[in-house]
Each structure stands twice: as structure tokens, then as C-alpha cells.
């Protein structure tokens, strides 16, 4: 389970002390602004709070960098046709990420829903995918495979209103056989089972944590649950 942070957000890290307790696998750090602005001290806050879990930066642009940080998640936005998402923002990071030390994940970026047109689809200047199209998206996602990408990330966007289907997480799971990475619309319970078992292996949540925090643990109850259920720890 991950928590995703704007840094754009102005948030009281001092209310999240929790976090370190909370059992979470993972804190994402980033979004759909460009800025570079207060990146830095947003990633130094939540090192504060985190205790042992890994912070993993969530690039909006290639300005959304910090040594602080364990990692990134190194994304091409291959469900758009931008450029600029594509391969640009990552040639302008790739000296600075090498420098930085940062620990590299290949990830294939791709925006899924059911039309919903948000932030994310405006910043990049891309359209999502079709849920409907599930065919499509499957194919998207092999050919980010077979360019050597290692990790999957389909989102909705967020503060969509449905999240990725069912039908479409199951089918790129079992087609690039990766770890898969879902985030966008999980707003309840169930959305987030029904996510898990069609073969999501992190789960992403943002809004409805910094909300709510007692949904954090009622999700992170169901994913021991459902892991118990496949005897994994």
C-alpha cells in the first residue's frame, strides 16, 4: 500500500506522525506540476515521518528531484503520444538521477479511465485510455515490456470518479507478468479488493489517507487478509 503526496499540497506534516506506524509499503512523492518548488522540502518532511518506509519520487517533470529520496519511479506516460512525456523530461533527468544515486525503476506510465478528462490529462496534454478498451491498453502495456520496461502504473487520475477496471488490471498483469502498480478512484473498501484481486501488487492511495486516516487502516486490515489468503507475508 502507498501513499501518494502532492508536494504541491500545503500539508501539516506535524498531523502525520502516525505514518512511520502505519504500515505502509510505500510514500510516492510528486504529481502533475512541473515545479520544482518546495520539492526538496516536502521530501526532507516526509523523512521525518516515515520512519523505515522507502520514499519513492512520483516525477510530475524532470525539476521533481531530490537526493533525499530511495528511489524513482524512472516513467515514460507511454498511454499519450507527448514527447515531452514520452522521453523528454527523461533525458533532461537521467544525468542528475545517475548523480543522485537514486535507486531506478523503468516504469510504463499509462493514464486509464473511463473518459474522465483531470489535472493529470491537462499537464501532460494526453488523453487517458478507454476502460472499455482493454485490448488497447494490454498492448500498450507489452510494448512497454518489450522496450524494457519493469514496472507497471495504470491510474485514473486523481480524483476520478471510477478507477481502472477490473478487466483491464487483469489483463495487463497476466500479459507483462510485472509488478503492477494501481492508483486513481480507490475510494472505498471494495474498490481496493477488487483492485487486488485482479492482480494489482501496490495499491496507491492519496486524497482519501490525508482525509481519513482510519480508511488507511481499513485498507491495510483487507491487503493482510487477502495475503494471508494467498500465504504471503
Known amino acids: 500500500m502507498a501513499w501518494l503526496v502532492d508536494p504541491e499540497k500545503e ?5 502525520f506522525t502516525w505514518v512511520k506506524d502505519s504500515g505502509l509499503d ?3 512523492v510528486g ?3 512541473s515545479t520544482s518548488q518546495n520539492f526538496e522540502r516536502v ?12 520514499i519513492c519520487i512520483f516525477p510530475g517533470s524532470h525539476l521533481q528531484l531530490s537526493g533525499k529520496a530511495d528511489a524513482i519511479l524512472f516513467m515514460s506516460l507511454i498511454s499519450g503520444r507527448n514527447p515531452e512525456f514520452l522521453i523528454s523530461h527523461q533525458v533532461q533527468a537521467a544525468s542528475e538521477v545517475e548523480s543522485l544515486g537514486l535507486e531506478v525503476l523503468p516504469t510504463g506510465y499509462i493514464l486509464v479511465n473511463d473518459g474522465e478528462l483531470l ?3 491537462s499537464s501532460s496534454q494526453t488523453l487517458p485510455l478507454s476502460n472499455e478498451d482493454f485490448e488497447f491498453v494490454k498492448s500498450t502495456a507489452l510494448a512497454g515490456k518489450f522496450l524494457g520496461m519493469r514496472f507497471f502504473y495504470l491510474d485514473a487520475g486523481s480524483g476520478a470518479a471510477t478507477p481502472v477496471s477490473k478487466k483491464v488490471i487483469s489483463e495487463v498483469k497476466v500479459a507483462v507478468k510485472c509488478p503492477l502498480i494501481v492508483g486513481g478512484g480507490l475510494t472505498s473498501s471494495e474498490r481496493v479488493k477488487t483492485a487486488f484481486e485482479a492482480g494489482a501488487d501496490l495499491i496507491v492511495l492519496g486524497n482519501s489517507i490525508e482525509k481519513d486516516p482510519g480508511f488507511l487502516a481499513e ?3 483487507l491487503k493482510s487478509v487477502f495475503n494471508l489468503s494467498l500465504n504471503v507475508n
Open 11 to 15: 500539508l501539516d506534516f506535524d498531523k
Open 26 to 28: 510505500l510514500i510516492l
Open 31 to 33: 504529481g502533475s506540476g
Open 43 to 54: 521530501v526532507q518532511s516526509l523523512k521525518k515521518i516515515s520512519g523505515t518506509i522507502p
Open 119 to 121: 489535472s493529470v490529462h
Open 219 to 221: 485498507v491495510l486490515h
